[in-house]
């Protein structure tokens, strides 16, 4: 199924879930509007910065095995989302050129 059939499929969940937020004019965006959306378009790489800069704060402090062990999946995981977007972006941009 593709993202813009889901979204035909979804539409009137997606507007009630909102209505109950407040939410008056809901509206599609960037890569999905376009119609160039993929499984990775969603991130977010301000975000995934921001979660590694945390993850690795929380590394710094003394903390439990459980907390330590959640920081450092949050720190991979934001790493990813960073490859991610940098791969995205080459692909995009080309080859840099001097």
């Not at 499984?39 to 800069?53: G, N, T």
């Not at 720190?75 to 977007?85: F, M, T």
Request: no cysteine; proline share 1%; hydrophobic share 35%.
């Amino acid at each position: 199924m593709t993202l813009d059939q889901l979204l035909k499929d979804k539409r009137e969940d997606i507007l009630e879930i909102a209505a109950k937020q407040g939410a008056k004019n809901v509206r599609v965006f960037g890569l999905v509007a376009r119609g160039d959306a993929g499984r990775d378009s969603d991130i977010d790489l301000q975000r995934a910065e921001e979660a590694k800069r945390r993850a690795e704060e929380r590394l710094k402090e003394r903390i439990s095995t459980v907390d330590a062990s959640r920081a450092e999946a949050a720190l991979q995981r934001s790493i990813a989302r960073l490859k991610v977007g940098q791969r995205r972006r080459r692909r995009r941009d080309g080859p840099a050129t001097m």
